[in-house]
């Protein structure tokens, strides 16, 4: 009996072993976890991404129209498989398909594919077709099926004002970029030959005027507003030309001169930048911890009409002031406004059975092309067009800033792991090899 004793342990432990291994499969089967431990977070979506994923209530169907086997990447549809897969994991009922082009070039002409590996994302009886595949163009096909709707954006133009689609740096391309990957449609409006601001338009967009307008465009625009149409206003440091009577009107005062930001300088920021790190609560900036730039910001004052009630949206330079002179380093009690500034405003009222929005923002540039990428700026002018399109339930928690892959070394670091690498490492193995012979030559 001792003699086999040692073997029944041996043999009771490789079944309690095996038993375990069993349960451990089960238990991950059916409760799978998955942790990503990437610095850039490769094998997760960004928070965007999932937001616009919560956002589609049924089943999502993308059919992949790619050969098993492409020139340049190979396997291409494992690497599809490998991507999609992202998605699945938050949301279960996006189903895959594949169809060879090659094979079914039928099947490709009915679906108007162009090219292989493109991609037709299905949802709610509607279509976006992807060309490119990542991760920013598959969540943007994403929200514009969530969007559902065909929104009108118009921008004012015909006075040199800055154009959603322009490419200059001063205009607001990028911007009226990202908003067409949401599903809004952009066009312009020139009020000289309009007869109206069109009722069709969910929304209006106003930037700085360079010529003065005509009486005649003013009092549209005041119909406009009149009639309960939402606005978005974006003021430069500039005199207004012509737009004071819709100033007037919403009540709204601008201090003149420009914001100085001792919060911005000590970042050594440029002096004319102003920080809006002080968002209060309101729908525009739920979840919004980002920080958004302001250069050569303008100061917004309001005393709500009767009817119109007025949110902060964003508050700046808590140790600041408002310069009439330009930019100033000190704070002049005599002549400057001491701080802290409303740099956006949002105004509400009912009317007409609708609730009537309206935003205003100290600032213009801060969504032109030059500055854009900074901080939160775009994200936050995004917000601002769901808020006012009535589209609350696109403002998501947006991306942030995936931190930067690469390893940056001087040369005394590079000599020194080369030297470290090639002859310090090869003399330790040479070594510890010949104490090992030592040790066993005497034992």
Do not use: C
């Not at 930048?273 to 730039?293: E, K, M, Q, S």
């Not at 540039?365 to 700026?377: C, K, Q």
């Amino acid at each position: 009996m001792k003699r086999f004793l040692p073997m029944l342990i041996r043999t009771a432990a490789l079944l309690l072993v095996l038993v375990a291994a069993g349960a451990i499969y089960q238990l991950a089967a059916r409760y799978p976890a998955q942790w990503d431990v990437t610095q850039n977070a490769l094998n997760s979506l960004e928070p965007g991404s999932v937001d616009a994923l919560a956002l589609l209530e049924g089943p999502v169907k993308i059919t992949v129209y790619a050969t098993e086997q492409d020139a340049q990447l190979g396997d291409i549809r494992k690497l599809i498989r490998e991507f999609v897969a992202l998605y699945q994991r938050y949301k279960p009922d996006i189903s895959l398909a594949f169809v060879d082009p090659v094979k079914d070039a039928e099947a490709m002409r009915k679906a108007s594919i162009r090219g292989n590996g493109e991609m037709v994302v299905e949802y709610a009886g509607r279509s976006e077709h992807i060309a490119v595949l990542n991760e920013q163009t598959l969540s943007s096909a994403l929200l514009r099926l969530a969007h559902g709707k065909d929104q009108l954006l118009m921008y004012l133009t015909g006075h040199g004002e800055r154009k959603l689609d322009g490419s200059a740096n001063h205009d607001l391309g990028e911007f009226g970029g990202r908003l067409q990957q949401l599903g809004y449609r952009i066009a312009g409006l020139k009020l000289t030959v309009a007869q109206e601001v069109p009722d069709n338009a969910g929304l209006l967009v106003i930037t700085h005027p360079q010529t003065k307008l005509m009486p005649g465009e003013v009092k549209k625009l005041l119909r406009h507003i009149d009639r309960g149409g939402n606005l978005l206003w974006l003021v430069d440091a500039e005199p207004l030309r012509g737009l004071e009577p819709v100033a007037e009107k919403l009540g709204i005062t601008f201090p003149p001169g420009i914001v100085i930001d001792p919060a911005a300088q000590e970042m050594d920021a440029p002096l004319n930048w102003t920080l809006g790190a002080g968002y209060p609560p309101h729908v525009v900036t739920r979840d919004f911890d980002l920080i958004t730039v302001f250069p050569d910001a303008r100061a917004v004052s309001v005393e709500p009409r009767k009817g119109w009630e007025k949110q902060t949206l964003v508050e700046g330079a808590a140790r600041g002031w408002v310069s009439e002179l330009g930019i100033t380093k000190r704070f002049d009690k005599e002549r400057d406004i001491p701080g802290p500034f409303d740099l956006a405003v949002a105004l509400q009222r009912n009317v007409n059975d609708r609730e009537q929005r309206i935003v205003v923002v100290g600032n213009a540039a801060f969504l032109a092309n030059t500055y854009s990428g900074n901080g939160g700026n775009l994200d936050f002018g995004v917000n601002l067009v769901n808020w006012l399109a009535n589209e609350e339930r696109l403002i998501t928690v947006q991306p942030h800033t995936a931190k930067d892959g690469k390893i940056t070394l001087s040369k005394n670091q590079l000599a020194a792991i080369s030297v470290g690498f090639m002859i310090l490492l090869p003399l330790l193995l040479v070594a510890a090899g010949f104490l090992a012979w030592r040790r066993r030559r005497n034992a």
